[in-house]
């Protein structure tokens, strides 16, 4: 049976999502998590809720799925533990380093890929299981087949979200938060940008970036039958009865097998939604019709939050089944006993019986007493009894030994069993760049290829794969030069679109090429299949000095620190492997499967130039990624030539330009502003967040 996975931004949505039929909860503790605005838990709290979960066989699992930093490393590290010592039954990770640390200190503690980890295939699950990742949260985009053939081969458990809200950009891919406010969504503090209103084209289109919430309540049959192990709903930061009557409407689906009923979707509607639900990545239609935005709360939610309320917080609905023993007999003390199903008995001695003078006792008094666990967690399924005959216990006697026997088993399932702990993996090894950093170009359009650009000599050539291979002989003039020629894959390829991706790099790799940048760790199993040479790109959210040493160790030629990294933070990072940054260009703020002009316009059109404009007046270009997926650019351009000194103080191997939009004549320009031929600086630049940083 599908596991059902609920949020629990607080104490009391713990206890919500528990007695409304959450099979497991996950929650926030400390500030590493994707929810930090949601009210998470103190130490004292988390124990709380962990020992509650615990008693009503309910799992926990930690959200630790941010971005760290070095200095960061250790108090996440520290959060983790405690986490495990408590009982908690999984961490949910997205940072590699965090991984790579967190198997070597607690190896017993299992972690789940959170979908922060942008695992879209099946090749990035087996790059999960491969770093000792035992379940993997897939890519909110993917279709019913797409998982079906991902979880019908996977060497670890598959979860997918079922219920909440949908990010527009591809989950761990997103930084227009951050750009925009210096609020990172991959540390947690996402301000939410694609719910604001932007035009398109000159045309208002209100919220051209606002997805409606995914609703796949109808959908669990096919889920489960497709080999997913667990579904979870989204909803960390809504309230407590949010939690609760969206945990009972999926819970008795799954329970019972059937399609909720009418009433049951209007309450969900209720409960919370943006003009509707949408199915449309599940049944593969991305159309308009997927898009909404929250109107003013209905006045009847009141009412069901209120009804939702009373029921979870007036009961015991969660109640573990128990198993009772007693053993009566003449002239000793009576001996009673509880038992779970998850192997905690407890014992204790009774009175010694005396001889009954009128009222004997029967087993059906005996079972009459013990069955009585109304107001506990738990549930009596059965009572053994041995007992002599002629025989007489005191009602009073029994009932407070069933008391003791609850509260005695309560305490052993509160308690977590003692883990395997081990040391902290060793420090990277910090490898010095020799000589100045190299100098890269990346290509974004043909018509960029010119004899001009390539006069610049570049050290290296980041061209995307399918311009690659179809416009190779424009290429030569650099390669002529000594540039290194590197493809750059897409970052989102699904297991429908790798036929198509491996053909290309192995003919990119018989026309010489010998290497692939690339922002999955999913992805290196394509690149190697085509016998190509590995470097890091920025979807790979290097944040720390272990993530380094994660790629190191995978045999990585080079990676791309996080542009929301400062400057003083690169530089202070160990680097194992050569280490390069971005440093001139518009950055991807989101890439998305959606096609913001085919949904605004009605049809295709986005080879064509378009900007998104937000209410200061800024423009967004929006250009075409591999799969129609569109990629939505900062407004400025990130600029560092007059910041050489900063640069070279930060131990890198290379520095990049990424250029995108630009004609011709103006890389040539930037091109030569770096190689220190012009003063040129370009209108409506930015530092970027490598000064100010991120929240």
Not at 108 to 120: C, D, G, K, R, Y
Not at 409 to 425: I, M, Y
Not at 555 to 571: D, K, N, V, W, Y
Request: aromatic share 6%; glycine share 10%; hydrophobic share 40%.
């Amino acid at each position: 049976m599908l596991e059902l996975l609920s949020p629990a931004g607080s104490p009391e949505a713990v206890v919500a999502a528990v007695q409304s039929g959450a099979d497991a909860v996950y929650m926030g503790l400390g500030v590493h998590n994707a929810r930090r605005s949601a009210k998470n838990f103190t130490d004292a709290e988390f124990e709380t809720a962990v020992r509650y979960c615990r008693v009503r066989g309910c799992k926990v699992y930690v959200t630790l799925n941010t971005l760290v930093g070095d200095r960061e490393l250790a108090e996440a590290v520290r959060l983790a533990a405690r986490a495990s010592e408590i009982g908690a039954d999984a961490v949910l990770v997205q940072d590699l380093g965090l991984a790579r640390t967190l198997r070597g200190v607690l190896p017993e503690l299992p972690l789940h890929a959170s979908t922060q980890m942008s695992i879209h295939n099946l090749a990035g699950v087996e790059a999960a299981a491969e770093m000792g990742l035992t379940r993997a949260v897939l890519a909110r985009e993917l279709s019913l087949e797409q998982i079906a053939f991902i979880a019908a081969r996977s060497p670890i458990g598959i979860e997918v979200f079922v219920h909440g809200a949908l990010c527009f950009c591809h989950s761990g891919q997103c930084y227009m938060s951050a750009f925009i406010g210096r609020r990172s969504g991959s540390r947690g503090a996402c301000a939410q940008p694609c719910r604001l209103d932007y035009s398109l084209g000159g045309r208002a289109d209100d919220h051209p970036l606002s997805l409606k919430d995914s609703c796949l309540v109808s959908c669990l049959g096919a889920l489960e039958k497709a080999g997913v192990a667990c579904v979870k709903i989204e909803g960390r930061m809504k309230r407590p009865e949010y939690s609760a009557i969206v945990t009972g409407i999926y819970s008795r689906a799954i329970r019972e097998g059937l399609e909720p009923t009418e009433a049951e979707m209007e309450q969900l509607e209720l409960a919370f939604s943006r003009q509707g639900f949408t199915d449309g990545y599940l049944t593969g239609n991305k159309d308009a019709g997927m898009f909404g935005v929250r109107g003013e709360p209905d006045r009847d939610a009141n009412k069901l939050y209120a009804a939702a309320r009373r029921a979870y917080g007036g009961a015991e609905l969660r109640r573990v089944p128990v198993k009772f023993f007693a053993l009566i007999r003449a002239d000793r003390p009576a001996k009673f006993a509880v038992e779970d199903g998850d192997g905690h008995k407890v014992v204790r001695d009774g009175p010694v019986p005396q001889r009954a003078a009128s009222q004997v006792l029967t087993r059906q008094a005996v079972h009459d007493q013990f069955y009585k666990t109304g107001g506990t967690p738990y549930l009596c399924s059965e009572v053994e009894t041995v007992l002599d005959e002629g025989l007489f216990l005191p009602v009073s006697s029994m009932n407070e030994l069933r008391r003791i026997l609850l509260e005695d088993l309560t305490n052993a399932r509160k308690t977590a069993p003692a883990g395997k702990t081990g040391a902290l993996p060793r420090a990277p090894q910090d490898v010095k760049a020799l000589g100045g950093p190299k100098l890269i170009f990346q290509i974004g359009s043909a018509d960029q290829l010119t004899e001009k650009l390539a006069a610049a000599e570049p050290d290296c050539l980041y061209v995307p794969l399918a311009m690659l291979v179809e416009n190779h002989r424009a290429v030569l003039p650099f390669v002529e030069r000594g540039a290194l020629l590197v493809a750059v894959l897409p970052r989102v390829v699904t297991d429908t679109e790798a036929p198509e991706l491996l053909r290309q790099l192995r003919r990119a790799k018989d026309m010489g090429v010998d290497e692939a940048l690339l922002g999955n760790m999913g992805h290196i199993k394509y690149a190697r299949l085509a016998r190509l040479n590995v470097r890091g790109d920025f979807g790979l959210n290097i944040y720390n000095s272990e993530a380094l040493q994660v790629l190191s160790a995978a045999g990585f030629l080079s990676a791309t620190a996080s542009f929301e990294l400062r400057l003083s933070q690169i530089r202070d990072m160990k680097k194992p492997l050569n280490t390069e940054i971005i440093a001139y260009g518009r950055l991807p703020l989101m890439v998305s499967d959606q096609c913001i002009i085919k949904n605004s316009a009605g049809r295709c059109g986005c080879r064509n130039p378009v900007s998104l404009s937000d209410r200061t007046g800024r423009l967004f270009p929006v250009v075409r990624e591999a799969g129609c997926r569109n990629v939505i650019l900062n407004a400025h351009r990130l600029f560092l030539a007059d910041r050489k000194k900063d640069l070279a103080r930060c131990g890198l191997w290379g520095i990049r330009l990424l250029f995108t939009n630009e004609g011709p004549e103006e890389c040539i320009r930037v091109a030569d502003s770096y190689r220190g031929g012009t003063g040129y600086v370009p209108n409506g630049l930015t530092r970027g967040l490598y000064y100010r940083g991120v929240e």
